[in-house]
């Protein structure tokens, strides 16, 4: 009997009600929630808005359930692409070795050290808050691949020497096919975990650059509500439902994401220990 | 020998992490949709400050020798490199004309590095203490208590810790100032002790976050490390608790986290610049804002670019101090 990770199921609840917020939620919504003076400002949260109006008179329920949605789609759209690359490139630098591996090692190591949110705010400087959210992204991508490049180099590297490649190999296997029937598999747990442990690292890295108002303004993401909020002096004004609505937001997701990822690591690798050990 | 060969393969990867950095800002504005000079000139005109037809063919002409844009796409990158290796000049700044670019950074500079590196190192040490306490005794109650704690603690980033430690400390308890304000002169007490009552709360943010992560990472390796026979067999031995963990547990585990340390400073580089604008604190990071909202390039490329440097320079001390920890690259 394998007993269910408590982390995982925690992780898994919070996950489906941020799915719901965030997924099916925005479509429910009977206006869009960005629209300015729609509804009686600073309102506290009653029956008609749950978590009461902002300064800008906006229903704050309505704009979180927008605001998550965008920030789950970089998080998502990021995270697969920037595991898809790595693993790729790990790989690659793992398996063929020599000067390719030498390549692959130093740009992802500059990319590791190369601080982000520099570039990220030169960029969003020159086009005055109207950087589009998939601009953001692929700046993203491109600073995210290395970390699972790395591990994936160091994986692929053990896995080299294993002994069921070589059984693999000597019994005509070609590489492809290796990588295919053999390798993924070995990996996918892996690379779920670094999936899920990306979107956490781009959605915090996206909220941050909106914090300060560097983000795509005209879109609604858990970070500008923030920035709009300490715009219009909440903090001063007492208004602890509208700043507080996104901070909770963004720290209960962060919570059960890094649930998650750590979750299903160590449910991977307990599999591992009790597979070919 | 492997000293050497060590010590030569971080040089070159430092210069190269630099080399690509600057790489990347110089293509940033070139291959920006919109037109980085027309760009900075319309948030000039936003401001307000009227400008007859003849300024702004000036002012335009000022922003397209700042931003490099004469000459073919050679010529700019090899000028551009040339200003920020050889020259070192940033040119003056936009802004606060006509104080050099130079100047402004090397008053940030040290607050920056500042907070960056008290922070960092008490998160480190405490961090990793406890995370191997946590790990040794990683049946006590306290322990798995404190674990829990770090779980919940570690993945909320710098900025909401900040804003949380804003609301609770500065809106709801009025412990700290609103405003950064420092008084007297550098040597003087009263200095020093504003300094440190008003960099309290930036630090304890960034504290806050990288304990968590020490604790989490630290306790998972002590622990796994005490499971293994050299430990086993010390304790047959006879060595006394505190000698095993120090001395066989601690020596191996340390040696893991030293590197991940290094390889950190560029994201707790990333946190610590938010962190500064919403505390106001006087560093980089605030400094980089403000020449983001006054459309200052100068000076905005003269702050992206020592970050880069700052960072990449941090990295490699840390790299450089590993053979301390390990003595198996320091001895052969």
Known sequence: MRRTSPRLTIGLIILAVFIILGGILPFLSPEDPRDWIRHPRNLPPSAEHFLGTTNLGQDTFWLLSYATQNSLFIGVFVAFFATLIGVFAGLAAGFLGGSADRVITLFADVFIVVPSLPILILMSSLLQGRASLLLISIILILFNWPWPARQMRSIALSMRERQFVNTARFSGSGTVQILAEEIVPHIFSWAMANFVNTVLVAIATESGLAVIGLSSLEEATLGTMIYWALQHQALLGQRWWWIGSPVFAIIVLFICLFLLSTGIASRSAERRGHGDA | ?332
């Open chain 2, 1 to 332: 020998m492997q000293f050497a060969k060590f010590v030569v393969t971080r040089l070159i990867a430092y210069v190269l992490v630099i080399w690509i950095g600057i790489t990347v800002v110089f293509f940033v504005p070139r291959f920006m949709p919109t037109d980085p000079v027309e760009a900075m000139l319309g948030r000039i005109m936003t401001r307000g400050a009227y400008m007859e037809a003849e300024q702004v063919e000036a002012m335009r002409a000022t922003l397209t020798q700042a931003f490099g844009l004469e000459g073919t796409l050679m010529e700019q990158y090899f000028g551009f490199m040339q200003r920020i290796f050889v020259t070192r000049e940033f040119g003056p700044s936009l802004s606060m004309f006509p104080t050099p670019v130079n100047e402004l950074i090397g008053r940030a500079l040290p607050w920056t590095l500042g907070l960056l590196l008290s922070s960092t190192i008490i998160a480190w040490i405490l961090g990793n203490a406890i995370g191997l306490l946590a790990g040794y005794r990683s049946r006590w109650l306290s322990s798995r208590t404190l674990e829990i704690i770090a779980i919940f603690v570690y993945p909320i980033p710098y900025y909401i810790t900040a804003l949380i430690l804003i609301i609770l400390f500065i809106h709801i308890n009025p412990i700290f100032p609103l405003f950064f304000s420092i008084r007297g002169d550098p040597p003087s007490l009263e200095f020093i002790s504003s300094v440190i009552y008003n960099s309290i709360l930036p630090a304890a943010s960034i504290v806050i976050v990288g304990f968590g992560w020490w604790v989490l990472s630290m306790k998972a390796l002590s622990s796994s490390i005490s499971e293994e026979d050299f430990v086993y067999f010390a304790k047959l031995k006879g060595a006394g608790e505190g000698r095993i963990m120090t001395a066989y547990v601690l020596r191996n585990a340390i040696l893991p986290q030293v590197t991940v340390l290094a390889l950190q400073i560029g994201t707790i580089f990333n946190g610590a610049l938010i962190t500064e604008i919403l505390f106001g604190y006087p560093g980089l990071g605030t400094m980089t804002y403000n020449a983001v909202l006054q459309a200052d390039y100068n000076l905005l490329m003269g702050t992206i670019t020592i970050s880069i440097i700052a960072v990449a320079t941090s990295t490699l001390i840390i790299d450089l101090l590993y053979p301390v920890f390990d003595p198996r690259i320091r001895q052969r």
